[in-house]
Protein backbone atom coordinates (compact mmCIF):
# COMPACT_ATOMS: atom_id res chain seq x y z
CA UNK A 1 0.00 0.00 0.00
CA UNK A 2 1.62 3.40 -0.94
CA UNK A 3 1.43 5.60 2.61
CA UNK A 4 2.93 8.85 3.11
CA UNK A 5 3.28 9.70 7.03
CA UNK A 6 4.11 13.58 7.68
CA UNK A 7 5.43 14.38 11.22
CA UNK A 8 7.62 17.40 12.82
CA UNK A 9 4.45 19.96 12.81
CA UNK A 10 3.70 21.38 16.67
CA UNK A 11 3.13 24.98 17.82
CA UNK A 12 6.10 27.21 17.50
CA UNK A 13 6.74 30.97 18.14
CA UNK A 14 6.65 33.37 15.29
CA UNK A 15 10.29 34.01 13.91
CA UNK A 16 11.13 30.73 14.64
CA UNK A 17 12.28 27.36 12.44
CA UNK A 18 10.29 24.00 12.06
CA UNK A 19 11.55 20.86 10.20
CA UNK A 20 8.75 18.53 8.88
CA UNK A 21 9.51 15.08 7.17
CA UNK A 22 7.22 12.85 5.39
CA UNK A 23 8.03 8.98 5.32
CA UNK A 24 6.74 7.23 2.08
CA UNK A 25 6.08 3.54 1.70
CA UNK A 26 5.19 1.33 -0.77
CA UNK A 27 6.44 2.60 -3.90
CA UNK A 28 9.88 3.58 -5.33
CA UNK A 29 10.47 6.36 -3.83
CA UNK A 30 12.95 7.94 -5.99
CA UNK A 31 11.07 7.85 -9.36
CA UNK A 32 8.93 10.24 -8.19
CA UNK A 33 8.41 14.28 -7.62
CA UNK A 34 7.44 14.84 -4.18
CA UNK A 35 5.68 18.12 -2.84
CA UNK A 36 4.45 19.76 -0.10
CA UNK A 37 0.13 21.43 0.27
CA UNK A 38 -0.92 23.31 3.11
CA UNK A 39 -4.05 24.25 3.98
CA UNK A 40 -4.57 27.17 6.80
CA UNK A 41 -7.86 26.71 9.00
CA UNK A 42 -11.16 26.80 6.79
CA UNK A 43 -9.27 27.87 3.52
CA UNK A 44 -8.58 26.03 0.62
CA UNK A 45 -5.31 24.31 -0.49
CA UNK A 46 -2.29 26.05 -1.28
CA UNK A 47 0.78 24.55 -2.92
CA UNK A 48 4.01 25.56 -1.17
CA UNK A 49 7.20 23.37 -2.75
CA UNK A 50 8.15 20.83 -4.97
CA UNK A 51 11.08 18.67 -5.71
CA UNK A 52 11.96 16.20 -8.50
CA UNK A 53 13.10 12.79 -8.17
CA UNK A 54 16.57 13.43 -8.10
CA UNK A 55 16.74 17.04 -6.28
CA UNK A 56 17.92 18.61 -9.60
CA UNK A 57 14.87 20.60 -9.79
CA UNK A 58 13.03 22.79 -7.30
CA UNK A 59 10.28 25.66 -6.58
CA UNK A 60 8.53 27.17 -4.07
CA UNK A 61 5.45 29.06 -3.76
CA UNK A 62 6.46 33.23 -3.51
CA UNK A 63 4.65 33.07 -0.39
CA UNK A 64 7.67 31.17 1.27
CA UNK A 65 10.27 32.03 -1.35
CA UNK A 66 13.73 32.26 0.75
CA UNK A 67 12.18 31.23 4.15
CA UNK A 68 11.38 27.34 3.45
CA UNK A 69 13.86 24.48 1.87
CA UNK A 70 12.56 21.55 0.78
CA UNK A 71 14.57 18.61 0.30
CA UNK A 72 14.29 14.53 0.12
CA UNK A 73 16.72 12.02 1.06
CA UNK A 74 16.19 8.89 -1.23
CA UNK A 75 17.94 6.66 0.63
CA UNK A 76 15.57 6.66 3.23
CA UNK A 77 12.49 7.46 1.45
CA UNK A 78 11.88 10.62 3.09
CA UNK A 79 10.89 13.80 1.96
CA UNK A 80 11.96 17.25 4.35
CA UNK A 81 10.60 21.08 4.57
CA UNK A 82 12.75 22.86 6.13
CA UNK A 83 10.55 26.27 7.59
CA UNK A 84 12.55 29.09 9.00
CA UNK A 85 11.46 32.93 10.26
CA UNK A 86 7.75 31.50 10.96
CA UNK A 87 4.61 33.89 10.61
CA UNK A 88 1.40 33.37 11.85
CA UNK A 89 -0.20 33.00 8.07
CA UNK A 90 1.97 29.75 8.04
CA UNK A 91 -0.21 28.53 10.05
CA UNK A 92 -1.54 25.21 8.45
CA UNK A 93 -1.88 21.63 8.31
CA UNK A 94 0.87 20.58 5.88
CA UNK A 95 0.42 17.65 3.58
CA UNK A 96 3.17 16.23 1.28
CA UNK A 97 1.93 14.30 -1.58
CA UNK A 98 3.42 12.35 -4.56
CA UNK A 99 3.64 13.60 -8.10
CA UNK A 100 2.06 10.71 -10.49
CA UNK A 101 -0.64 8.52 -10.56
CA UNK A 102 -0.18 5.20 -11.60
CA UNK A 103 -3.12 2.80 -12.73
CA UNK A 104 -3.34 -0.44 -14.74
CA UNK A 105 0.86 -0.02 -15.36
CA UNK A 106 0.61 3.55 -16.73
CA UNK A 107 1.68 6.92 -14.97
CA UNK A 108 0.80 10.38 -15.31
CA UNK A 109 2.73 12.80 -13.65
CA UNK A 110 0.84 15.87 -13.47
CA UNK A 111 -1.37 14.36 -10.72
CA UNK A 112 -1.18 14.15 -6.81
CA UNK A 113 -2.10 10.88 -5.51
CA UNK A 114 -1.97 10.11 -2.93
CA UNK A 115 -1.39 12.65 0.15
CA UNK A 116 -0.92 12.16 3.86
CA UNK A 117 -2.77 12.10 6.55
CA UNK A 118 -1.31 15.86 7.06
CA UNK A 119 0.92 17.73 10.05
CA UNK A 120 -0.29 21.18 11.77
CA UNK A 121 2.10 23.31 11.99
CA UNK A 122 0.81 26.40 14.29
CA UNK A 123 2.65 29.82 14.47
CA UNK A 124 1.83 32.03 17.67
CA UNK A 125 3.15 33.72 20.93
CA UNK B 1 0.36 32.34 -12.91
CA UNK B 2 -2.48 30.50 -14.27
CA UNK B 3 -5.63 31.37 -11.82
CA UNK B 4 -8.17 28.99 -11.30
CA UNK B 5 -11.87 29.50 -10.59
CA UNK B 6 -14.26 27.80 -9.29
CA UNK B 7 -18.48 28.24 -8.85
CA UNK B 8 -20.67 28.22 -6.82
CA UNK B 9 -18.90 28.21 -3.68
CA UNK B 10 -21.39 26.41 -1.64
CA UNK B 11 -24.14 24.14 -3.26
CA UNK B 12 -26.87 22.83 -1.52
CA UNK B 13 -28.49 19.67 -3.25
CA UNK B 14 -30.59 16.78 -1.97
CA UNK B 15 -29.09 13.21 -2.03
CA UNK B 16 -30.54 11.90 -5.72
CA UNK B 17 -29.54 15.34 -7.21
CA UNK B 18 -27.32 15.87 -9.55
CA UNK B 19 -24.54 18.28 -8.85
CA UNK B 20 -22.76 20.37 -11.51
CA UNK B 21 -19.47 22.08 -10.52
CA UNK B 22 -17.60 24.54 -12.32
CA UNK B 23 -13.69 25.21 -12.47
CA UNK B 24 -12.52 28.07 -15.03
CA UNK B 25 -9.26 28.95 -16.03
CA UNK B 26 -7.57 32.22 -16.70
CA UNK B 27 -5.66 31.14 -19.42
CA UNK B 28 -5.34 27.52 -21.36
CA UNK B 29 -4.55 24.31 -19.90
CA UNK B 30 -5.61 22.52 -22.43
CA UNK B 31 -6.87 18.65 -20.65
CA UNK B 32 -4.51 19.32 -17.58
CA UNK B 33 -6.80 19.13 -15.00
CA UNK B 34 -7.75 17.42 -12.28
CA UNK B 35 -10.60 17.03 -9.25
CA UNK B 36 -9.94 16.14 -5.83
CA UNK B 37 -12.43 15.56 -3.06
CA UNK B 38 -12.00 16.19 0.69
CA UNK B 39 -13.88 15.00 3.37
CA UNK B 40 -13.74 17.10 6.70
CA UNK B 41 -10.52 15.64 8.57
CA UNK B 42 -9.08 14.15 5.75
CA UNK B 43 -6.47 14.61 3.52
CA UNK B 44 -7.59 15.41 -0.66
CA UNK B 45 -8.63 12.30 -3.16
CA UNK B 46 -7.78 12.28 -6.43
CA UNK B 47 -11.09 12.25 -8.52
CA UNK B 48 -10.85 13.02 -12.05
CA UNK B 49 -7.29 13.53 -13.94
CA UNK B 50 -7.01 14.77 -17.41
CA UNK B 51 -9.66 16.85 -17.28
CA UNK B 52 -12.22 13.30 -17.59
CA UNK B 53 -10.40 10.13 -16.32
CA UNK B 54 -11.76 9.20 -13.28
CA UNK B 55 -9.04 7.72 -11.07
CA UNK B 56 -9.29 3.91 -9.80
CA UNK B 57 -11.93 3.26 -7.78
CA UNK B 58 -14.42 6.72 -8.39
CA UNK B 59 -17.52 5.65 -8.79
CA UNK B 60 -19.38 5.81 -11.90
CA UNK B 61 -21.60 8.69 -11.00
CA UNK B 62 -18.43 10.97 -11.15
CA UNK B 63 -17.82 12.31 -14.08
CA UNK B 64 -15.14 15.01 -15.82
CA UNK B 65 -15.57 17.39 -18.63
CA UNK B 66 -14.30 20.54 -20.62
CA UNK B 67 -10.77 21.65 -22.26
CA UNK B 68 -8.91 24.97 -22.49
CA UNK B 69 -10.28 27.13 -20.02
CA UNK B 70 -13.55 25.44 -18.90
CA UNK B 71 -14.36 22.42 -16.94
CA UNK B 72 -17.09 20.52 -15.42
CA UNK B 73 -17.14 18.06 -12.28
CA UNK B 74 -20.94 16.43 -12.62
CA UNK B 75 -22.06 13.85 -10.29
CA UNK B 76 -25.09 12.39 -11.85
CA UNK B 77 -27.37 11.01 -8.77
CA UNK B 78 -26.19 12.46 -4.90
CA UNK B 79 -24.70 9.80 -2.62
CA UNK B 80 -24.86 10.75 1.41
CA UNK B 81 -21.22 10.34 1.08
CA UNK B 82 -20.34 12.84 -1.56
CA UNK B 83 -21.41 15.70 0.36
CA UNK B 84 -17.96 16.91 0.62
CA UNK B 85 -15.11 20.24 -0.92
CA UNK B 86 -14.15 19.62 -4.19
CA UNK B 87 -11.15 21.28 -5.83
CA UNK B 88 -9.91 21.56 -9.06
CA UNK B 89 -6.30 21.93 -9.96
CA UNK B 90 -3.53 22.62 -12.73
CA UNK B 91 0.25 22.45 -13.03
CA UNK B 92 2.00 25.75 -15.05
CA UNK B 93 5.30 25.51 -15.39
CA UNK B 94 6.78 22.82 -12.91
CA UNK B 95 6.61 22.23 -10.44
CA UNK B 96 4.21 25.19 -9.68
CA UNK B 97 0.36 24.18 -9.35
CA UNK B 98 -2.66 25.93 -8.61
CA UNK B 99 -6.09 25.10 -7.24
CA UNK B 100 -8.99 26.17 -7.39
CA UNK B 101 -10.60 28.02 -3.97
CA UNK B 102 -12.87 24.84 -3.65
CA UNK B 103 -16.28 24.27 -4.10
CA UNK B 104 -18.33 23.08 -1.23
CA UNK B 105 -21.15 20.36 -1.52
CA UNK B 106 -23.67 20.91 1.15
CA UNK B 107 -26.76 18.74 2.02
CA UNK B 108 -29.93 21.00 0.98
Known amino acids: EVQLVESGGGLVQPGRSLRLSCAAS????????MHWVRQAPGKGLEWVSGISWNSGSIGYADSVKGRFTISRDNAKNSLYLQMNSLRAEDTALYYCAKEGYCSGGSCYSRWFDPWGQGTLVTVSS | EIVLTQSPATLSLSPGERATLSCRASQSVSSYLAWYQQKPGQAPRLLIYDASNRATGIPARFSGSGSGTDFTLTISSLEPEDFAVYYC??????????FGQGTKLEIK
Open chain 1, 26 to 33: GFTFDDYA
Open chain 2, 89 to 98: QQRSNWPRYT
